[in-house]
């Protein structure tokens, strides 16, 4: 896990990151809190850790709630078996929920886990199980003085509820546990993830947090919030969409924004879908390079 902190490190440094705010899920929940544990807190405003394997997996004498060892000998040996079909067997089964009675198992989900997972290097693979299963971050969460959100389904079949969220959240010095009943482990995907979206942009938000909010169309988890939370925006805002969206008119988004607040700037564009990257007619028919114009005087000059 050391690896993974450091290289989180020279990422953030190379970037010269201030004031990020870091989300992990799962393991990365555990490189998050160890990120700050190990480095510090100079570049971070605030975290959140979904579903994450914060303070121990493993059962040991101190962590009587913890997983037997032989779980995770059992996912290496899995592993090295037969990759393809652990990886296959994994968000198929526990990681969504999807062997839960009544829950419809999503192929396409399923499928993109599989992919990414194969994407992946096996021995990578291999020690990641050691490291997330068996790294202590007891004292990481302790140093940590940043607010951090935890997040975490109380059906997580993975890293259960009970021996996690809410103990890393009591180790904390600001630490907020919010519990999502019936959420699995894969909740930022499966289960109604905007809210999951939503209770991320409903935590507490300082404006030395973020500098510069774009809302898109099709960005769900900012686009789809409620009036009283995008008045709340205390920060220079840009907002690109387009005047023929059907699915989520311009009218809708653009009052809550403009009350009042000469630094939140609506570049309308007549005409236009708000997804003009994606649309399956081609980048030409939407004319993205508007867009992008957009996004660039806003860099330049709207939101500086």
Same mark, same amino acid.
Do not use: C
């Given at each position: 896990?050391?690896?993974?902190?450091?290289?989180?490190?020279?990422?953030?440094?190379?970037?010269?990151? $201030?004031n990020a705010v870091h989300v992990g899920h799962?393991?990365?929940?555990?490189?998050?809190?160890?990120?700050?544990?190990?480095?510090?807190?100079?570049?971070?405003?605030?975290?959140?850790?979904?579903?994450?394997?914060?303070?121990?997996?493993?059962?040991?004498?101190?962590?009587?709630?913890?997983? #037997? $060892?032989?779980?995770?000998?059992?996912? +290496?040996? +899995?592993?090295?078996?037969?990759?393809? +079909?652990?990886?296959?067997?994994? #968000?198929?089964?526990?990681?969504?929920?999807?062997?839960?009675?009544?829950?419809?198992?999503?192929?396409?989900?399923?499928?993109?886990?599989?992919? =990414?997972?194969?994407?992946?290097?096996? $021995?990578?693979?291999?020690?990641?199980?050691?490291?997330?299963? +068996?790294?202590?971050?007891?004292?990481?969460?302790?140093?940590?003085?940043?607010?951090?959100?935890?997040?975490?389904?109380?059906?997580?079949?993975?890293? #259960?509820?009970?021996?996690?969220?809410?103990?890393?959240?009591?180790?904390?010095?600001?630490?907020?546990?919010?519990?999502?009943?019936?959420?699995?482990?894969?909740?930022?995907?499966?289960?109604?993830?905007?809210?999951?979206?939503?209770?991320?942009?409903?935590?507490?938000?300082? $404006?030395?947090?973020? *500098?510069?909010?774009?809302?898109?169309?099709?960005?769900?988890?900012?686009?789809?919030? *409620?009036?009283?939370?995008?008045?709340?925006?205390?920060?220079? /805002?840009?907002?690109?969409?387009?005047?023929?969206?059907?699915?989520?008119?311009?009218?809708?988004?653009?009052?809550?924004?403009?009350?009042?607040? =000469?630094?939140? /700037?609506?570049?309308?564009?007549?005409?236009?879908?708000? *997804?003009?990257?994606?649309?399956? =007619?081609? #980048?030409?028919?939407?004319?993205?390079?508007?867009?992008? =114009?957009?996004?660039?005087?806003?860099?330049?000059?709207?939101?500086?």
């Amino acid at each position: 896990m050391d690896h993974y902190a450091d290289d989180l490190a020279a990422l953030t440094a190379h970037l010269d990151l $201030k004031n990020a705010v870091h989300v992990g899920h799962s393991t990365g929940g555990g490189e998050v809190a160890h990120y700050l544990g190990r480095h510090g807190k100079s570049r971070v405003a605030k975290a959140a850790l979904i579903s994450a394997v914060p303070p121990l997996m493993v059962k040991t004498a101190a962590n009587p709630g913890g997983l #037997p $060892k032989e779980v995770f000998d059992g996912l +290496q040996a +899995q592993l090295a078996a037969n990759r393809s +079909q652990l990886y296959r067997d994994l #968000p198929a089964g526990p990681f969504y929920g999807f062997n839960r009675p009544g829950v419809k198992a999503s192929e396409a989900i399923i499928q993109n886990w599989w992919r =990414q997972g194969m994407m992946g290097g096996a $021995k990578a693979h291999y020690d990641g199980i050691v490291a997330f299963s +068996q790294t202590d971050f007891t004292d990481d969460l302790k140093e940590i003085t940043v607010p951090v959100l935890v997040m975490h389904g109380d059906d997580d079949q993975i890293v #259960p509820y009970a021996d996690a969220g809410p103990l890393s959240a009591k180790l904390l010095k600001n630490g907020t546990l919010k519990t999502y009943k019936g959420f699995p482990h894969g909740m930022p995907t499966q289960r109604r993830p905007a809210r999951v979206h939503q209770g991320l942009i409903e935590a507490p938000i300082r $404006k030395a947090a973020t *500098r510069r909010v774009f809302a898109f169309g099709e960005m769900r988890g900012i686009t789809r919030v *409620r009036e009283e939370d995008l008045k709340k925006f205390d920060v220079p /805002t840009l907002i690109i969409h387009g005047d023929d969206d059907s699915d989520r008119p311009d009218r809708r988004l653009r009052p809550a924004f403009l009350q009042a607040d =000469q630094e939140r /700037t609506s570049r309308g564009l007549q005409g236009r879908a708000a *997804r003009p990257v994606l649309d399956p =007619q081609g #980048p030409g028919r939407r004319r993205p390079p508007g867009i992008h =114009q957009g996004l660039a005087l806003a860099l330049g000059r709207v939101l500086q």
